[in-house]
């Protein structure tokens, strides 16, 4: 299809999209740095704002509140991700209903297992509050660890755990010193990937945090903020937030494939 | 006088309702190079598995040194096995591969170190003792995978198709590499292999597995000029067959011509057979007593040592192979078209049951 | 042997799938059936009331307009992304990877931000705007925050990398020469695209639309930020069910609709699919 396209053409769509794609994101980055923090007019470099960020008690609270969830969640979903991913893959008989229930939580829409989770909590009268958050976040987390890791599955030589018996080793030893020092790149990256899907998620902590201010997290807090009243600070909190997110992904991709893709 | 260090006692395994051994059994002599060989789905994997200790016989049993191993865990077993994929650690260097199941024994960190650097030295690879493997050429990760089952000194080294994926060239060197290496450390080997003429330059004896049973077990030379089925003829070599059927002391071919065998009682009288005969063992002027066959030459092939002939005959509806040597091709000139006689002696006929 | 191990492995994770996935949606699907309390709650007596309001005319307006901007949405979604695929499958195959990377990568980022970003870029002071006034146009502007106009492009915005990831993935795997031959039996540029390449990646343009329509009819995020609250969808409805106006098993309904949406179309998409794949086994 090379010899097909027009190349001209294509500079032009391509050049069109990105900027569609970056150029808000753009945007947001340069006005976190503007000392009058308004749009329309440039008045200065500045990182007041990330000041200001670091001062606003309900923000700091917030981030706090995201990173137990999200660290939280992340390593029960690691866990049992990466446990689900080697039993499926070693499996021999891999029905239909096995793969639907794994994949269906990447699948539903937010809002859908939102009020699920919300109905049955409220059903068992259990207090919602930051537990809830985590519970439910290691559901569509644990799928994406699963995802990624059964990836790797896919292209592991099982011979080298024979291998590693044959040479003397017992299945502890084996699990220690083969499988999961081959398998780790693959685990810390669903680990990262579910660390950023966690961070970001707003609709299920939304409905599953319950009232009390203090399990607010910090999409929900920014989505109050968007809501009610813009402030400047804002820039620089979607700054900080989505550099983190950039990041992690960009490790999780490096340690996946041995490479950031394009190098 | 060698003796038998490792016994199999009517081995069967069956996956689910397939059958794949089917009762074996066979001895194994201490220093031997023992080749298994048969097509795939022969069983011969499976065996090989069942030794090395990741599967376990349905049936049967498996004594090595006079010890029954046959649920013994691999990771208990005094045997190593060479993987067909090689199964090196990804993770780690050469040395780290190598080093691996020594350090299960637990022995000492020095000796370690030299038991490597002394298998490195003999494989080769003393420079690249700290690459990983994907850093390896395939000649390369075979030697490693070789020197990390040898390290270890097993009893027995089982070998899973070890050249299968290297090119032609590397593989005749590794062929005699193996067997220098094996007589080295006088480590007895058993190699899996489809390939008759590996078998055939590398083994001591070679058993030949179908369907999960045992056809035949001998020495290259033995299995070559005294095939005991024509499966066996057929697999190992190239050999020409033709219909017959026993009449008295003599076999009458197709045409009525008389063929002339060493006849035992393997075919009855009146019934029918199939002659057989190697292409090297026909030749151009036909002695007294001999067998003979008239053909057109359809084809001809050069192989420096020597030339091969396709003869087209009444015999059979396959053209019949003749192989000559250079001497006798070159005393008598041919071409394609050509109507000649070949013959061979009596004893040099093969007769297996239709 | 094998599989009683697998299921050691996978038990925990599929107790934790059970109890916070699977009961938990049958629960709303039960809930659905119930009948509201007079004070919110739920009375348990079994009731079709829920499901018939969902297709009460009362609330065809909703569903209209959540079809049509969910619909536009996934559509633009679609065409751009579609072209930006092609565009990225056409590069120089070193590029490819990086070029997806990047188009890839702002759907990691917070959704609330991509969201927010357009705030500022449409906002009546926002950069749009002086940009405009800056290049000397005096007069009032229309607005374009708060309109549907806003929610479609915040839609599009955040699917769009989806639905790129979604178009590449059989675009790469178009066998060049089967393109080169349909060219080679006198087929022009543009034939070839409409009676080769587009029936042959329709599984990925598939994927993308079923994706961006369902992920948009049931947001209740993009349209109470872009749209100002202006108008509704059927993720706003659900939402409202069950936060403001204590209807728990009418929001129980339709979330059940929603769901009914997506494996209907999901169906549809598999069907076209195996279609495609009397075309797709072509390719090498």
Known sequence: ?263 | MTQTMLSLRNIKKHFGAVQAVAGIDLDILENEFFALLGASGSGKTTLLRMLAGFEMPTAGSITLDGRDITHTLPNHRPVNLMFQSYALFPHMTVAQNIAYGLEMEKLPRTEIKSRVADILEVIQLSHLATRKPDQLSGGQRQRVALARALVKRPRLLLLDEPLGALDKKLRGEMQLELKRIQHEFGITFIIVTHDQEEALVMADRIAILQDGALLQCGSPQDIYEHPQSRFAADFIGVMNFFPVRRSGDHLLANDGGRVFADLDDAVANNSDAVAAVRPERLHLDVGKGENSLTGRVSAMAYHGLDLQLHLETPLSPDSVMVRLTADAAEARPLSIGDEITVGWAARDTRVFAA | MTDRKSLYLMTPALAWLTGLMVIPCLLILVLAFFRRGIYGGIEYTFTLENIWLVFDPLYAGIFVKSATIAGTSALIAVIVGYAAAYAIAAAPSRRQPMLLFFAVLPFWSNYLVRTYAWIVLLNREGLIASVVHSLGYDGELPRLLYTESAVVVGLVYNYLPFVILACYAPLSRLNPEVIEASRDLGGSGWTTFRRVTLPMTAPGIATGFVFVFVLSIGNFVTPALLGGGQFQMIGNLVYAQFLTANDWPFGAALSMFLIAIMMGLLTLQTFATERASGARKEES
């Open chain 1, 1 to 263: 299809m090379r010899s097909q396209a027009n190349p001209r053409l294509m500079l032009m769509i391509l050049s069109a999209v990105f900027a569609f794609l970056y150029i808000p994101i753009s945007v947001l980055f340069a006005l976190s740095f503007n000392e009058g923090g308004l749009p329309t007019a440039w008045t200065g470099f500045s990182v007041k704002w990330y000041g200001e960020l670091f001062r606003n008690k309900e923000i700091i609270g917030a981030a706090l509140n995201t990173l137990i969830v999200a660290v939280v969640s992340t390593l029960l979903a690691t866990m049992l991700g990466t446990l689900l991913a080697i039993g499926v893959e070693i499996r021999r008989r891999k029905g239909r209903f096995l793969e639907t229930i794994i994949f269906a939580p990447m699948i539903i829409p937010d809002i859908v297992l939102a009020i699920a989770l919300l109905s049955f909590f409220s059903m068992l009268n259990v207090t919602m509050g930051l537990h809830t958050v985590i519970v439910s976040h290691v559901v569509f987390n644990l799928a994406f660890v699963c995802s990624v890791v059964r990836a790797r599955l896919k292209t592991f030589d099982w011979s080298i755990v024979e291998a590693s018996a044959d040479l003397g080793a017992s299945t502890p030893i084996t699990l220690w010193r083969v499988v999961i020092p081959v398998m780790l790149p693959a685990v810390i990256a669903g680990a990262l990937l579910a660390f950023t899907l966690s961070v970001d998620e707003f609709i299920i902590a939304f409905f599953t945090a319950g009232a009390g201010r203090d399990s607010i997290t910090l999409p929900m807090q920014i989505f109050a903020m968007i809501r009610f009243g813009v402030t400047p600070e804002i820039n620089a909190l979607a700054t900080i937030v989505m550099t983190l997110s950039v990041i992690a992904l960009a490790l999780s991709q490096r340690l996946n494939r041995g490479g950031l893709p394009g190098q």
